[in-house]
């Protein structure tokens, strides 16, 4: 099947900096990337759906502001959370989509100490 | 508003029993419905799924039951091992593939030898 490459898998940053994380398809070109959190024990909350060149659109609740995603191209989306906080830290999943079909990226875990 | 319902929240079972999980959804313009599992530490990874021209459709011991007058979909695991422990999430979206995926909130199986 197709694949997402997301990266980095986990990331362990200070209070106050800034983490990027990328979601890259390789085998196909995703027009639609969707970005989740999970929290512990806890199901995947959608934060924010973006499409190739245009900006994103967040679900209620999430800073855009603080949640910077960018989609420049139809094979890579980047989230970035800018000035990171404790209660930043989650699981952090890409699922990108083409057509009638969407493919998770392997996860990133957040962890702002 | 909740548009999937999922349940059991924990399930155990015996080696060899079938386990069964059930969702059901609200949105009647919903036509994609997969089941995902997950382990701890992992991203989910996309175990079958059906679209609501079948009633049911099997791959290898997972089946997926689908009731489109009733709203309800189910994952029956026959079977079932070990292995097969982990957190199962249904999942439903619109056909146009720009729509984001909609999940329950997670069915934590256990198979106790």
């Known amino acids: 099947g197709a694949v997402v490459s997301q990266h980095p898998s986990w990331v362990i940053c200070k209070s106050g900096t800034s983490v990027k994380i990328e979601c890259r398809s390789l085998?196909?070109?995703?027009?639609?990337m969707f970005w989740y959190r999970q929290f512990p024990k806890q199901s995947l909350m959608l934060m924010a759906t973006?499409?190739?060149?245009?900006?994103?659109?967040?679900e209620q609740g999430v800073e855009k502001d603080k949640f910077l995603i960018n989609h420049a191209s139809l094979t890579l989306s980047t989230l970035t959370v800018t000035s990171a906080h404790p209660e930043d830290s989650s699981f952090y999943i890409c699922?990108?989509?083409?057509?009638?079909?969407?493919?998770f990226g392997q996860g990133t875990r957040l962890t702002v100490v | 508003q909740q548009q999937v319902k999922q349940s059991p929240q924990s399930l155990i079972v015996q080696k060899g029993g079938i386990s069964i999980i059930n969702c059901a959804y609200e949105?009647?313009?919903?036509?994609?419905f997969p089941w995902y599992q997950q382990f701890p530490g992992k991203g989910p990874a996309l175990l079958i799924a059906i679209r609501p021209d079948v009633s049911e459709k099997k791959e290898g011991r997972f089946t997926i039951s689908f009731n489109k007058s009733a709203k309800q979909f189910s994952l029956h695991i026959m079977d079932s091992q070990p292995g097969d422990s982990a957190t199962y999430f249904c999942?439903?979206?619109?056909?146009?593939?720009?729509?984001?995926?909609?999940f329950g909130k997670g069915t934590r199986l256990s198979v106790i030898a």
């Open positions: 085998d196909f070109q995703a027009t639609t």
């Open positions: 699922l990108g989509s083409m057509n009638t079909e969407a493919f």
């Open positions: 973006s499409n190739e060149g245009s900006k994103a659109t967040y």
């Open positions: 949105n009647t313009a919903f036509d994609y």
């Open positions: 999942a439903a979206s619109r056909n146009s593939g720009n729509t984001p995926l909609v």
